[in-house]
């Protein structure tokens, strides 16, 4: 985790999709002119997730597929997270099943954990994850708004149990909000584990 005098720009597609007020893209039509733009310049790491847009998922993958966006772009997803149960190893292999049908692709480069689903065990979760990686999903393991405690104890299972650990974690840092620099960024920088700041 060397500082870089280059950071990398990744492009967030929370506003895409249809069915939903947080959609400021939401078709084809509207979605293309901003996706041509980012290619002329060269942006062609974009992020996603089987939660967006709020209120409408899967419909920004949807988008993202349509366009066939996979087919120039690096594109990364997370798995549906926001209810108790859904890191359960079955709806795990759901959602990532799901992510690359609309992205009508094989494979995404980082598969996220959006948030943690603490009524599931850790190592039920890991276990289903290291799984899809096994067969080839996606190329990297990624952790997003999980505790510093929380990605120890992953850590801990997945070197415990030989399973595929997080290379990544997505979490929130800003000039204002910082306290990721405490407890978290010593822990990813021990580790090796990138990070990708949103707003």
């Known amino acids: 985790m060397a500082p870089s005098a280059h950071p990398q720009v990744v492009f967030g597609t929370a506003a895409f999709g249809t069915g939903s007020p947080q959609a400021k893209f939401y078709d084809e039509a509207t979605a293309s002119p901003i996706l041509t733009t980012l290619q002329a310049r060269n942006i062609t790491v974009l992020d996603t997730a089987r ?12 988008i993202l597929g349509d366009l066939h966006v996979p087919s120039w772009a690096t594109v990364s997803t997370k798995v549906l997270s926001w209810k108790p149960g859904s890191h359960r190893a079955d709806r795990v292999k759901e959602s990532i099943t799901a992510s690359l049908e609309a992205l009508k692709t094989d494979k995404v480069d980082i598969l996220y954990l959006h948030a ?84």
Do not use: M, W
Request: glycine fraction near 8%; aromatic fraction near 12%; charge should be positive.
């Open 51 to 62: 939660a967006y847009p709020v209120g409408s998922p899967g419909t920004s993958e949807k």
């Open 116 to 199: 943690p689903d603490r009524a599931t065990p850790f190592e039920e979760t890991c276990r289903a994850i290291d799984a899809e990686y096994r067969v080839g999903k996606f190329a990297r393991f990624g952790l997003s708004n999980y505790t510093a405690e929380e990605v120890e104890e992953i850590l801990t299972i997945c070197e415990k149990h030989g399973l595929v650990k997080p290379s990544v974690y997505q979490g929130r840092y800003n000039a204002i909000i910082r306290s990721a620099e405490t407890q978290l960024f010593p822990l990813l920088r021990r580790h090796g584990i990138a990070f990708y700041a949103y707003r």
